[in-house]
C-alpha cells in the first residue's frame, strides 16, 4: 500500500485526466530566450526534469498576451505565432517525461518595466502606480480593453496549437485582470469598474470568449488569490469573484495569495507557517464545485498527504519544493522522503530570477538539467573532503556519485559548519535541513565520515589521498578597534551556537544579514539592541522579499540602528563611534557581538600547495558569498576529478 495514497490517486479538471495531485505551481524562471521571449531547450528541461520527477501537473509561468505585458527581458511571449514552434518543442519534452502541462496567460499591467517591453508605458484598469516602481501608468481605454481581449483570445489559441493541455487564465498577484478585480487598483467610473459586478466584467468576458473559441472539452482554470493585504480585495469578496468565474466556464481554480504589493504574500518565505493559506482555501472550495488546486508553503508529502485526505483541497501545488527538488513526487510515491531536498524559504531564488535567471540555494543544478552531467569517473580515486559544512557534503556526495572512494573529516563533532549557526534565528530553523538530506545521502552512497579531527599536513601525507577538496568555510573578520580583545566581545557564530552568552544590552558591530539575524535573535529574548553599520543602510545581503519584514521587526523589537557609524573604541562597559565627524559613545554595554562580514579560512589550502597531489578549493574557503554560490562551485570546479 502506498505510504501517500490520496497524493496519488488520478483527479480529472475537466477533460483533462492528471495521474496524481501534485502541480508544479508557476513561477517566472527568465529562462526564455533574451529579448526575444521565445520558450528555449534550458526552459524545457527545467520543466520536463519536474515531469519525470513525479509532478503530474505542470503550469508553465506566466506568458504574456501583449508585449506591452512582460515580466522580463527573458519572459516569454504569445502575441504571435511565431513562438507556436518553440511551446511545441518544450509540451513535448514534457509530455515525453509523463507530464500534463497547461500554461499561465496573462499581461503584466501596470507591474510591467519599459525597459522590459520595448520602451512602451505601463497600462491598466486605472492610473494607479506599481507598489514598488511608483511608475507612471496609462488608464485603458474601451478601444484598448476591446484590443487586450482580442489578443488574449488569440493568445490561447496559439497554446492550443502549441499543443498544452490546457490553460491558465493569470487573474492574481495584481497583474492586468487581477488589477481590474480589486477595489485597490481599479477606479474606473465605466462598466468595467465601480462596483465588484463591474470589476468583475472584463475578466469573466475574457473567460466566455476564450471558452467560446477554445471549445468546452478544452480545460481552462484560473489563477486567482484568496485576498491580498493593505486594503485590497477581502477573502468574502474573493469567493464571490471565485463563485462567477467558475460560473463563466472555468474547468478549476489555482489558489494563491497577496499581490506583488505584498510580495511575501505572494512568495512565502520561512518566517510564513507551512500550509499558511489552506483555511481561506478551504472557504473558497465551499463556494465552487470545480477543482481547487492548492498553494502556499505545502512543501512535505505527509502535510500534502493530509490536506487531500481531509478534503481541503484537490491538487497540492510544490512551486519552490518542486525547484529545490525535482524528484519531490518520485521520492514522496517511493517513501522515500528522507531524501527529499527541502526548500528552506530563504526565497533567494525570487532574487536570482530579478537579477538574471532562477537558481536555487539547495539545488545547483535548477537551469542546467541539460549541462551538468554526473558520470562515472573513468578512474576511481582515494578522496579526501576537508570540511563538513554544505559545500564539503555537497563535494562528497558528487565524488561519491561519481565512484570514488571518499572520506570527508570535520574538526567540530557536529556536521554543519556555519548551517548550524544560521539555522539559529527566529524562522530559519528550515536551513539546517540541508545538512540532514546531505548527511543522508552521503552515507547512502558510502561517504566516511569523521568529525573531532583537525586535517593538517600531516594528516593529508599520512592518508591514501589521491586528491584533497578543501571545504574550510569562512570566520568572522575581526576588526581592528582598540578593545577588540576585551571579554564582552564575541561573534555572532559563537553566540548564535551557544557557545558564549550575551548580557541585556548589547551592541551589534555590523548590519548585514549575520547581523540583523542575530539582533533579531536576541531582541526577541527582551534584550536592548543596537547595530552599528559603516554603510548607510542596513540588510545589504538580506534577500528581496524577506527584508521589508526583517526590517520593519527590527523596528517593532525596539532595535535602534545608527548607519555611517563607525567603531573607533570598545572599552570596558561602553562603545564609541563615530558619525557624520562626531563622537558617541553607548553606555552600560554588556555584550559586543561582531557581524562585520567573514573571510575565508584557507590556511590550510596553502599550505597544502606544497604536496605532490592535486588540491581543489571551494566554497568559502576559495570565495565568501551565500550558500546557493559554494554549491555551484562544486559542480563549476569538481565534475572531472
Known amino acids: 500500500m502506498a505510504i501517500y495514497p490520496n497524493i496519488f490517486k488520478p483527479i480529472k479538471i475537466g477533460t483533462m485526466e492528471v495521474k496524481n495531485r501534485i502541480f508544479l505551481a508557476p513561477m517566472g524562471t527568465a529562462f526564455g530566450e533574451h529579448k526575444v521571449h521565445k520558450p528555449t531547450e534550458r526552459m524545457a528541461a527545467y520543466y520536463a526534469a519536474r515531469a519525470a520527477g513525479g509532478t503530474g501537473l505542470i503550469i508553465v509561468e506566466q506568458s504574456v498576451v501583449q508585449q506591452r505585458g512582460l515580466w522580463s527581458l527573458n519572459g516569454g511571449g ?31 499591467g501596470r507591474s510591467t518595466i ?62 492586468m485582470l487581477a488589477s481590474f478585480l480589486s477595489g485597490r487598483t481599479n477606479k474606473r467610473t465605466d462598466k468595467y469598474g465601480g462596483t465588484l459586478e463591474g470589476r468583475l466584467r472584463l475578466p469573466l468576458e475574457i473567460i466566455q470568449l476564450v471558452r467560446r473559441e477554445l471549445g468546452r472539452d478544452y480545460p481552462i482554470i484560473a489563477r486567482l488569490a484568496a485576498h491580498e493585504e493593505n486594503g485590497g480585495r477581502t477573502l468574502e469578496e474573493t469567493r464571490v469573484v471565485a463563485k462567477a468565474l467558475v460560473e463563466a466556464g472555468l474547468d478549476g481554480l489555482d489558489i494563491s ?167 539559529v534565528p527566529p524562522h530559519k530553523y528550515e536551513v539546517g535541513s540541508l545538512i540532514t538530506t546531505q548527511t543522508y545521502e552521503a552515507e547512502k552512497l558510502g561517504v566516511d565520515i569523521i568529525t573531532g579531527v583537525n586535517v593538517d599536513v600531516d594528516f593529508v601525507k599520512n592518508s591514501d589521498a589521491d586528491e584533497v577538496i578543501v571545504a574550510t568555510g569562512a570566520k568572522h573578520i575581526i576588526p581592528n578597534i582598540p578593545g577588540i580583545d576585551k571579554p564582552m566581545v564575541m561573534t ?29 535573535f536576541l531582541a526577541e529574548y527582551g534584550k536592548n539592541i543596537f547595530i552599528l553599520e559603516m554603510l548607510s543602510e542596513i540588510g545589504q545581503n538580506l534577500a528581496l522579499v524577506p527584508k521589508p519584514y526583517v526590517l520593519s521587526k527590527l523596528n517593532r523589537l525596539g532595535v535602534e540602528i545608527y548607519t555611517e557609524a563607525e567603531v573607533t573604541s570598545i572599552e570596558d562597559d561602553k562603545v564609541i563611534y563615530e558619525k557624520e565627524g562626531n563622537e558617541y559613545t553607548i553606555e552600560s554595554v554588556d555584550t559586543v557581538v561582531l557581524a562585520a562580514g567573514m573571510e575565508s579560512v584557507n590556511e590550510l589550502a596553502e599550505e597544502l600547495k606544497s604536496l605532490d597531489k592535486p588540491i581543489h578549493v571551494v566554497g568559502d574557503a576559495d570565495n565568501v558569498d551565500i550558500i546557493m554560490e559554494g554549491l555551484a562551485s562544486v559542480y563549476d570546479k569538481l565534475l572531472d576529478i
Open 78 to 108: 504569445l502575441w504571435s505565432d511565431d513562438f507556436i514552434p518553440g511551446w511545441k518543442k518544450l509540451v513535448d519534452r514534457v509530455h515525453d517525461a509523463g507530464g500534463k502541462i497547461i500554461i499561465q496567460v496573462g499581461h503584466l
Open 114 to 175: 519599459e525597459a522590459f517591453n520595448g520602451g512602451l508605458k505601463p497600462v491598466a484598469p486605472s492610473a494607479v502606480p506599481d507598489h514598488y516602481l511608483d511608475n507612471e501608468v496609462d488608464e485603458l481605454t474601451l478601444e484598448d480593453i476591446e484590443e487586450f481581449k482580442r489578443d488574449f483570445v488569440e493568445a490561447t489559441i496559439r497554446c492550443k496549437k502549441a499543443g498544452f493541455d490546457g490553460i491558465e487564465i493569470h487573474c492574481t498577484h495584481g497583474y
Open 257 to 423: 495569495s497577496g499581490s506583488y504589493s505584498e510580495l511575501d504574500w505572494e512568495i512565502p518565505p520561512s518566517y510564513f507557517g507551512y500550509a499558511m493559506n489552506m483555511d481561506n482555501i478551504e472557504k473558497i472550495k465551499q463556494s465552487v464545485d470545480v477543482p481547487i488546486l492548492a498553494s502556499g508553503r505545502i512543501t512535505e508529502p505527509r502535510l500534502a498527504e493530509q490536506l487531500i485526505a481531509e478534503g481541503r483541497c484537490d491538487m497540492v501545488g510544490i512551486n519552490r519544493a518542486g525547484i529545490a527538488d525535482p524528484e519531490w513526487g518520485k521520492k514522496a510515491g517511493a517513501g522515500d522522503t528522507e531524501s527529499i531536498r527541502r526548500c528552506i524559504g530563504c526565497v533567494r531564488c525570487i532574487d536570482a530570477v530579478f537579477s538574471g535567471a532562477l537558481r536555487c540555494t539547495v539545488n545547483p543544478f535548477v537551469g542546467k538539467e541539460d549541462e551538468i552531467k554526473i558520470t562515472p569517473a573513468e578512474e576511481k580515486k582515494n578522496i579526501l573532503v576537508v570540511g563538513g559544512g554544505p559545500v564539503g557534503l555537497e563535494s562528497a556526495i558528487l565524488c561519491a556519485r561519481r565512484g570514488h572512494k571518499v572520506t570527508l573529516v570535520e574538526k567540530n563533532y557536529k556536521l554543519g559548519g556555519q548551517v548550524n549557526s544560521a539555522a
Open 492 to 520: 555572532a557564530v559563537d553566540l548564535l551556537e551557544g557557545k558564549k552568552h550575551a548580557g541585556n544590552r548589547v551592541v551589534i558591530i555590523g548590519g548585514n544579514m549575520i547581523g540583523c539575524e542575530t539582533a533579531e
